[in-house]
């Protein structure tokens, strides 16, 4: 068996040094054959150092330019070059925000597998992406899912029809604040919202967790998955993350998906599919010892921006993509103390209801439409939200 070759863009991240767990776990089955990362240029020479790809890159900087050069610069390569190598079978998009779209679509187009941990791609460019994969099918070009949740359902619809599914339930902590009440949240501090109950993320994420955005999110993502109406599309707070998600079926059966807590189960599996490698990269689940799960509705009056992000994913046309990067600002100024948490959700109100939103959007438009959304929440914080 040749080993199968895989470009990972954002490999010093949390999804991107999990890939590499994985890939520890099989080295005779997979060969990283291209590495990028942001700024972690020390992580990355690391990994390049263990993994031996055959093209690398790193964010421009003093420190990746010095080691472009030890690297060799005719292998040091923009990310949408990356992608689309010869020696790469699947590319895993693990990047941070909406820098993973360019490079998800070139793939695509050039008939790679793309396995997508980046919620961005899909939430500013679902439009685009689709189209891009929907064409490019008979090449080979298929799109998997790494979010925890999405391979959930992933998992459940393996050898299923998609047109017996009734609706798609994806699963939700609640976050860092679930308990808190109303005047709680106006006070929590980034340092508090940064602890996840159940998860090890990245900083955007575990805060987008807090106040529920990030749901909101992978339901926009599931719609372009699985290529579902997003009213068919439940969330269900689950305090336990043990059932990543669960799709139901015409004939009332329920199906779901149950691990602990770790993103290296999702990660392999989008590797190894359509096979289940026979290494468990998780702690095993001991329901006996978990004994109980819960599961509640989640408080859409608490955490506003649910409903806002599932009211933009409604609508279909630029509205996601706008919100996308409304949340983007408005969490890096919460992170950097410019605004109180609660503000995030009142932003993300603010910013759907003034923008103007394009019916049948092409990429240009989606990237146009988030960028309103940072300048629009950027200007609202420096003219003093209060
Ligand atoms: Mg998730």
């Known amino acids: 068996m040749t080993a199968i070759g895989l470009a990972i863009l954002g490999s010093t991240g949390s999804i991107g ?8 776990g099989l080295p005779d089955r997979f060969r990283v054959a291209a590495l990028a990362a942001g700024g972690n240029v020390s992580l990355l020479r690391e990994q390049i150092e263990e993994f031996r790809p055959s093209a690398a890159c790193a964010a421009p900087g003093a420190e990746a330019d010095h080691l472009a050069s030890d690297f060799g610069r005719d292998a040091w390569l923009p990310l949408d070059d990356l992608a689309v190598r010869p020696d790469v079978d699947i590319v895993v998009v693990a990047t941070a925000g909406r820098l993973g779209l360019e490079p998800t679509l070139r793939a695509l187009e050039a008939g790679k597998i793309v ?51 009734d609706r798609l339930t994806l699963t939700a902590s609640g976050g860092a604040f679930r308990d808190y009440d109303m ?44 290529d579902i109406p997003i009213d068919r599309v439940d969330i269900l707070q689950h305090r336990e993350s043990i059932v990543h998600s669960m799709v139901t079926y015409a004939d009332g059966s329920i199906k779901a998906q149950l691990g602990e807590p770790d993103m ?104 146009a439409a988030e960028a309103w959304g940072q300048r629009f929440v950027n200007e609202r914080v420096a003219a003093g939200i209060r």
């Open 17 to 24: 040094t999990q890939t590499l767990d994985v890939v520890r």
């Open 115 to 165: 396995a997508l941990a980046n919620k961005e791609v899909l939430v500013v460019g679902g439009h685009v992406v689709r189209a891009a994969l929907e064409a490019n099918e008979h090449r080979g070009a298929e799109l998997r899912p790494i979010d925890s949740e999405h391979s959930a359902i992933w998992q459940c619809l393996w050898g299923e029809p998609i047109e017996t599914v």
């Open 264 to 367: 290296r189960l999702p990660i392999q599996c989008a590797l190894t599919y359509p096979e289940r490698a026979p290494q468990q990269p998780a702690p095993p689940l001991d329901l006996a010892a978990r004994g109980t799960l819960n599961f509640s509705e989640v408080d859409t009056e608490r955490f506003p921006a649910l409903p806002t992000v599932l009211e933009a994913g409604r609508r279909g046309d630029t509205s996601a993509a706008m919100l996308s990067g409304a949340d983007e600002s408005a969490v890096e100024h919460f992170l950097a103390g410019r605004c109180r948490f609660t503000d995030i959700a009142r932003l993300l109100v603010e910013a759907l209801d003034a923008h103007e939103a394009d019916t049948d959007p092409g990429l240009e438009q989606l990237i």
């Open 183 to 226: 005047d709680a949240l106006d006070r929590v501090t980034p340092e508090q919202a940064l602890i996840h109950p159940n998860w090890q993320m990245g900083p955007k994420v575990t805060i987008d967790s807090a106040t529920l955005f990030n749901k909101g999110l992978e339901a926009i993502e599931a719609r372009w998955l699985f």
